[in-house]
């Protein structure tokens, strides 16, 4: 019966589509809220506003650094047992992950009121009490949000593991739905600045855990409340870490590189701190086109592995990988070509100054997109096939090591611009010297019957 799965038998290409369009749009739902909130945040309160939602995006990444090694490495898990019929082992994963994300989201939300100004002012600059006030206005409410966002990250994954990615485009639709109209009354109507928007995004996401539950509830899938009850005993809790850990590192690498630049930005004043945000900000929206592309190949390539289907697991990875290479070269040109309407959409009214600032960081931030997807999927494929130590040291150097060498170099030779091209530059080292180390060992690129 198994061998019937179109994850085993359908075209390669149609399937990454099917796979793709959903987690694009779930994904994106997640940055939505950013971006709804950043719109409208941009003209009715102006830059602090917007950089309050930027800056947050540094933090934002470290809480999903926290999720993915649960949300990936349970999804590997999930779509490998459902590949080899091992439906039990499916539930226990879903019950151990709704328990973590409860348990780390709630402990989380207590600290809230005690951690988050210190952080704003880490992030802002204690001299730009304005950005540092809205940004700590704005992640209190996101921190006291997070027990909802974690279960939002593990469900819709796990749903659209189980064949059910439609569900996860829709929940992420209401979400965003949900979204747009509490913004338009806590920000516009009812002029709550940067607390409204934060408010509306954690009642948004609440709406999307919502339409999940149900859609879980009526038990048709693999992932099912049957039996369910909230539990930290799970035997293969080291398997499923040891999936999850190289985008662990990813993320919380990733992070750190922001942190860096972050401060080495601040030298510069306050208005390149705000065109940080900003550009932190877009940055990231775009980046969720290839994190879809790797969480829509992961479940593809983890059920053929466990279906022993080695070639087509390779075949779905060189195809991701030439998929993102391309979409990078498109995204990386729009940053150079047409940063002005980016800038104008989110900005509204500002000084002509920060826009000089803000659209020349842009073209020189965005050579990160010429590496950052195939560095995505390559990572993805190797710690599929159980390659974690080559993927974690990649994650490490992309996101931390040589991000923190270039934001010290450049900028002695290219000042403000130095910073703005660390990002990028390390991306494209990284894959330089980890794709060649992968092509001339083969690893990664090994023969199917090689893979283990």
């Not at 979400?175 to 002029?191: G, P, Q, R, T």
């Not at 860096?260 to 900003?278: K, Q, T, Y």
């Not at 999927?377 to 270039?406: D, E, P």
Request: charged share 10%; with cysteine; glycine share 10%.
């Amino acid at each position: 019966m198994k061998d019937q799965n179109p994850l085993a038998e359908a075209p390669v290409k149609p399937l990454f589509f099917k796979y793709y369009v959903p987690a694009l749009i779930s994904i994106l739902s997640v940055t939505a809220h950013q971006v709804i909130n950043g719109i409208i945040l941009g003209r009715q309160v102006g830059k602090e506003g917007l950089a309050a939602v930027g800056l947050y995006g540094s933090v934002l990444l470290v809480f999903i650094a926290l999720t993915l090694p649960i949300m990936v490495g349970g999804g590997i898990m999930i779509s490998k047992n459902i590949g080899a019929a091992d439906y039990p082992k499916v539930g226990k994963i879903f019950r151990f992950a709704t328990t973590l994300g409860l348990l780390f989201g709630g402990m989380i939300a207590l600290s809230a009121p005690f951690v988050v100004r210190p952080i704003a002012d880490f992030l802002a600059g204690t001299e730009n009490e304005k950005i540092a006030q809205s940004t700590s206005d704005y992640m209190l409410w996101q921190f006291l949000g997070l027990p909802f966002f974690f279960i939002r990250m593990f469900w819709s994954n796990f749903v659209s593991n189980d064949g059910s990615p439609k569900t996860s485009r829709n929940a992420s639709l209401l979400a965003v739905f949900v979204n747009i109209v509490l913004d338009l009354v806590l920000i516009v109507v009812f002029n709550f600045g940067v607390t409204g928007a934060s408010v509306a995004t954690t009642l948004a996401i609440f709406s999307g855990n919502l339409f999940l539950f149900f859609h879980i509830r009526r038990g048709k899938g693999h992932v099912n409340f049957r039996g369910f009850h909230l539990t930290l005993h799970f035997q293969e809790w080291r398997e499923l870490l040891r999936l999850g850990v190289p985008s662990f590192a990813s993320e919380i690498a990733f992070s750190t590189g922001l942190l860096i630049i972050n401060r080495r930005v601040v030298a510069h004043g306050a208005l390149a701190v705000a065109a940080f945000g900003m550009i932190n900000y877009i940055s990231f929206i775009f980046l969720r086109f290839f994190t879809a592309a790797m969480i829509a190949s992961l479940p593809i390539i983890s059920f053929n592995l466990g279906a022993q289907k080695f070639s087509r697991a390779r075949e779905v990875f060189l195809f991701a990988l030439l998929f993102t290479f391309l979409l990078g070269i498109a995204v990386a040109g729009a940053g150079f070509a047409f940063p002005q309407p980016l800038v104008a959409l989110f900005s509204g009214k500002e000084t002509k100054e920060f826009g000089q600032i803000a659209t020349n960081g842009m073209g020189w931030y965005f050579t990160l997109f010429l590496a950052a997807g195939p560095n995505y999927i390559l990572s993805a494929y190797l710690q599929s096939t159980g390659q974690t130590t080559v993927s974690i040291i990649m994650n490490v150097l992309k996101g931390g090591l040589l991000v923190a060498l270039f934001a010290w170099i450049l900028p002695y030779f290219l000042g403000l611009n130095g910073v703005w091209l660390a990002r990028g530059l390390a991306e494209i080292v990284s894959l330089l010297l980890i794709g060649g180390y992968c092509f001339f060992t083969g690893k990664g690129f090994s023969k199917p019957s090689e893979i283990s």
